[in-house]
């Protein structure tokens, strides 16, 4: 550890040596998110092959999407059917033990992030696409989610296809 060299926060050291401010692209796809936080394949990436990788990225979510759905609600449906819908009782299975308060922390805290980033972040999504994915949200973290991800990769590949407005 004594052999690295000493470095600013502002910062990034990527496995070649060279310093680069956070926030930039380091040239070889090594480095932090851009300034723009635009996911740009570069100019000579080919918008075919743009948009092969963010059909395929579309596909994975929707096929995470449908995971999200149907994984839980196998086990709250019969939960449901036999419970009804109970929501102290369900509180108290969800805290019962330390390991499912773990769970249900971690999906209570997601999703409160997730609809902070779909209400006030993000601006990509249209308001009815919003409107969709903090219904989704109320299911439950696998639900929304991949559903926000998936929207907002379409609205970025239809954006990066469409053609610029003449001026």
């Known amino acids: 550890m004594g052999d690295r060299p000493n470095r ?3 910062d990034h ?3 070649d040596g060279h310093t680069t401010p956070i926030g930039h692209q380091h040239p070889g796809g090594y480095g932090s998110v851009p300034d723009d936080h635009t996911a740009s394949p570069g100019p000579e990436a080919p918008a075919g092959r743009l948009r092969r990788i963010t059909k ?3 596909a994975a979510y929707a096929v ?3 995971a999200g759905i149907a994984l839980p609600f196998a086990q709250a ?6 419970n009804g819908p109970a929501l102290g009782r369900l509180l108290d299975e969800l805290f019962a033990t330390r390991i499912s308060s773990f769970f249900g922390w971690d999906v209570i805290v997601t999703v409160v992030a997730l609809l902070f980033t779909v209400t006030v972040v993000d601006t990509s999504l249209t308001r009815a696409q919003r409107t969709l994915t903090v219904l989704a949200s109320l299911l439950g973290a ?4 991949p559903l ?3 929207l907002r990769q379409r609205n970025l590949r239809l954006t990066a296809t469409r053609p610029p407005p003449h001026a």
């Open 64 to 66: 995470l999407l449908a």
């Open 56 to 58: 395929s990225t579309e």
């Open 8 to 10: 600013t926060p502002d």
């Open 77 to 82: 449906v019969p939960w449901l059917a036999e």
């Open 148 to 150: 926000y991800l998936l």
């Open 13 to 15: 050291q990527p496995p």
């Open 142 to 145: 696998s639900v929304g989610l």
